[in-house]
């Protein structure tokens, strides 16, 4: 049995006491106030609303009392709460680690408590353990007293600041660590599983260096002694910021130079900077429920790029912004099921549901937009004034407008306030472009939503759109706000042939349409790239939006894409491969298939061989990223050429005669597995079960998707779901599999079948919509949406309700692209065959 000690003040006299507990047994619950004592003579659990309530036979009064409860749990395999995370020791034994994951609503899974963020406490927490195993918490360790009876030993930590429930951690197992002190004097370190601590280092390179990073930024020195960073098999999401001990997926935090991908890397210090911003935002000063969740994670997402700028200047971090946050971001915010930033929540499982691209994506991308409003030194300023005038409490999204207010003297709320309680973005349309005397260019424009189905939204939207314009000759020609739905706006200093843009650097969170003529003035200075990186990627991510929506034909943004040949930006490039995947997805099944693989293989093929396949001495982080990509694309694009190449290099690895680098591995990978048979599949899981480096399992497992034959596929779902593949990876592996047009019906007939399997494992996580999500979006025809609607009616998937109408709705966003353009597409695509013969 545990037991739970908990001294509360009673506001007014009351004979019961309400608190959340789940999946819990409970013992005894004792009340001592004033030298007395009562026992709970009934206890009423209420499973919807997960609590528990202990009557006493007479009331409590008014004033300090102590709660005692006895109660006892399982070590769950749901990968939330108090749970086990499977691991093997060094003579291939299965072991098990005890791990929590509370966040949002699972403390209560743990121990009996008001799980609420702004229910805030200290905990004095001990831990009994066998005496061979690491114990770990929020706080360091103050006292252990061993048992030599049974060779345990009970572990004392010190006690926590004032915090929430969520942010309460555990973690019991065997360990490695490597540690370092950061140059502001917090012991830092990172534990690995036994036998991998030298795949600590960057990970402990990177927060000993953010650590005292983020205290210079907000001028806050980081509240507790240590920071912990630990390496967890089994764990849902990417990472969790528990305060002093932060756990993250091994493939989150774990470098090994020869096997991690230059991306992964990436990534990783991308998700410690995340993690580690969240010990001031969101730990030190909290939001008050989660319909503020964004505070959390939108700040979070923004600086986490911050301090990677700072840290690898050569990553050119801000650029990937626009594609890793921003454009998905929008993506989603078009739909009619989307949901404005701030959303009311109630029960846990619509909470889990905004764990998703609003709260991260859009927060990070309007918060990155206030920034450039308000400037760096006067958001500084105001953070500092958030933090400490809130430090220990809990925040509402006005407390954060109101101290960058009065830091910067600008209207932040007035300007602030419909990005974040509205759904959706405008476009900013040119209406007109006129020259006039003077080298001056006036611009008729106008604002209104964006919808994806081209529609009118139904009620007048209007937003506070910070508007900034880019000339050839100036970075920012005109800078203003438009608060009206039309307005004119005079541009000084731009030739009859220049162009004019608006949004450079793609920084407001809006789209925008030009007209055609305004458009044609961009080729030229996108063909000799003298039009910066972001303006390159923002129009033509503008553009194929506006193709979605119908407002703008599928082959002039084939067209406007040739202008892009000699690109030789990696972000720019990701963009375009984002538009064309997703095009490539819908004419699967279509006459147009091949030849538009061909039309691929002729876009990229110039850069590849730019690039080659092996690294050049001193080429750029950028490079080394473009080369995966492009190359990928190529396989994907079935280049004959790329393929044969991409082999002939895997065979050589499989039989040890050369290391792939980890760079191309996914790439070869595919490749092998695209024309593939049985015998390649099985030479694919030897290799998988050759190697414990989980990011490679995770290659290996999710290249299996692209196999081109429907059997083979079947049993890669079967794969996915034995016990070889984690839980938590299986996801990814299934997702795999749907998203490759051999695959898709058939995955989605498997879902439909093991569904009651499915939802046993995640139900109550976010990895449940993320399947959801992946298995069906690529659909295209009416057919296949009632199906997926009227299957969804029939089978209640709590947590996934606004995932399963976005789906609906994106089927039906392909179908009617599909039925507006594929005729066109296809004559576009023959005549530029033709053309090549």
């Known amino acids: 049995m545990e037991e739970l000690d908990a001294q509360k003040w009673v506001s007014s006299a009351t004979d019961r006491i309400t608190l959340n507990a789940l999946d819990l047994k409970i013992g005894t619950a004792t009340v001592t106030f004033n030298e007395q004592k009562l026992t709970a003579q009934d206890i009423q659990f209420d499973a919807d609303q997960e609590t528990a309530c202990f009557v006493f036979e007479s009331e409590i009064p008014a004033g300090t009392a102590k709660l005692a409860v006895e109660f006892s749990g399982e070590l769950n395999d749901k990968m939330k ?141 980081y509240p507790l002694p240590k920071m912990d960073l630990i390496a967890i098999s089994d764990f849902s999401a990417g990472a969790m910021e528990n305060w002093g001990l932060i756990t993250y997926r091994e493939t989150f935090v774990l470098v090994d130079p020869e096997n991690t991908s230059l991306i992964r890397k990436q990534s990783i210090a991308l998700t410690v900077g995340h993690e580690i911003a969240h010990q001031w935002f969101g730990n030190l000063v909290t939001m008050e429920w989660w319909t503020h969740l964004w505070l959390n994670e939108g700040y979070a997402s923004f600086v986490e790029f911050l301090c990677v700028d700072h840290l690898f200047p050569d990553y050119d971090i801000w650029t990937q912004f626009v594609t890793d946050m921003y454009t998905r971001a929008l993506e989603l915010d078009c739909l009619r099921n989307s949901h404005p930033i701030e959303v009311p929540v109630g029960h846990p499982s619509e909470i889990d549901e905004i764990f998703d691209e609003i709260s991260y994506n859009k927060g990070a991308s309007v918060i990155r937009m206030l920034h450039h409003y308000i400037g760096d030194e006067d958001f500084k300023r105001g953070m500092n004034l958030y933090l400490t005038r809130h430090q220990y409490n809990n925040t509402k999204t006005e407390d954060l407008w109101n101290a960058l207010q009065e830091a910067s003297s600008k209207p932040v709320g007035a300007v602030m306030s419909t990005w974040i309680q509205r759904m959706g973005f405008p476009v900013v349309q040119v209406l007109s472009s006129k020259q006039l005397d003077g080298n001056r260019r006036l611009l008729n424009i106008a604002q209104s939503k964006f919808c994806a189905d081209g529609c009118e939204a139904p009620e007048q939207s209007l937003w506070l759109i910070p508007i900034n314009v880019s000339t050839p000759t100036s970075a920012n020609a005109v800078s203003t706000v438009l608060e009206t739905s039309k307005a004119e706006i005079t541009v000084e200093g731009v030739g009859e042939q220049d162009w004019v843009k608006i949004n450079p650097g793609t920084i407001g969170y809006y789209r925008t349409q030009y007209p055609a003529e305004m458009l044609e003035q961009f080729l030229p200075a996108i063909k000799n790239m003298t039009l910066p990186p972001l303006d390159r990627l923002g129009l033509i991510d503008d553009l194929f939006a506006l193709v979605q929506a119908g407002k703008s034909a599928t082959v002039d943004a084939l067209k406007v894409i040739d202008a892009y040949r000699n690109e030789n930006n990696y972000t720019v490039w990701s963009s375009i491969s984002n538009c064309l995947a997703k095009l490539q997805l819908l004419l699967a099944h279509t006459p147009a298939e091949k030849q538009f693989g061909e039309y691929g293989v002729r876009l990229y093929q110039p850069v590849a061989e730019k690039l080659g396949w092996d690294v050049k001495p001193g080429e750029s982080h950028l490079d080394t990223l473009l080369r995966s990509l492009v190359l990928g694309r190529l396989v994907s694009f079935g280049c004959k050429k790329t393929l044969a190449e991409a082999k002939r290099r895997f065979e050589e690895h499989a039989q040890n005669k050369s290391v792939l680098p980890a760079d191309l591995r996914s790439t070869c990978y595919r490749a092998v597995l695209q024309n593939g048979d049985l015998a390649t599949y099985d030479e694919m899981l030897r290799l998988y079960r050759a190697t414990d480096l989980h990011e490679e399992k995770d290659r290996i497992s999710r290249a299996l998707g692209s196999i081109g034959n429907v059997d083979i596929l079947r049993k890669v779902i079967d794969f996915a779901m034995s016990e070889e593949v984690r839980a938590q990876d299986a996801v990814f592996v299934i997702v795999s599999v749907a998203l490759n047009p051999k695959g898709r019906d058939m995955a989605w007939d498997y879902f439909c079948e093991h569904w009651k399997v499915l939802l046993n494992q995640y139900e109550g996580g976010f990895l449940l919509a993320r399947l959801i999500k992946y298995l069906t979006e690529n659909f295209s025809t009416e057919e296949r949406a009632r199906e997926v609607e009227q299957f969804f009616r029939e089978h209640d998937f709590p947590g996934t309700e606004r995932t399963v109408s976005q789906s609906i709705e994106t089927i039906r966003l392909n179908a009617d692209w599909m039925k507006r353009d594929l005729d066109a597409i296809s004559s576009y695509l023959k005549q530029q065959e033709a053309e090549q013969q």
Do not use: H
Not at 143 to 170: G, H
Not at 177 to 199: H, I, M, N
């Open 81 to 221: 709460g108090f749970y086990r995370s499977k691991y093997f020791s060094s003579t291939g034994e299965e072991r098990y680690a005890g791990v929590t994951q509370f966040e949002a609503t699972d403390a209560r899974r743990c121990f009996p408590c008001w799980d609420e963020p702004a229910i805030k406490a200290t905990f004095d927490i001990s831990l009994d353990v066998p005496q061979n195993l690491v114990a770990l918490s929020n706080m360091p360790v103050v006292q252990q007293k061993p048992n030599a009876a049974d060779n345990s030993v009970l572990v004392t930590f010190d006690r926590t600041p004032i915090m929430s429930t969520y942010l309460v951690a555990v973690v019991v197992g065997e360990y490695d660590y490597v540690e370092d002190t950061s140059a502001d004097g917090v012991l830092v370190r990172v534990y690995t599983p036994v036998g991998k601590r030298e795949q600590g280092r960057f990970a402990l390179d990177v927060a000993t260096k953010v650590l005292p990073y983020y205290k210079d930024y907000f001028n806050i020195a």
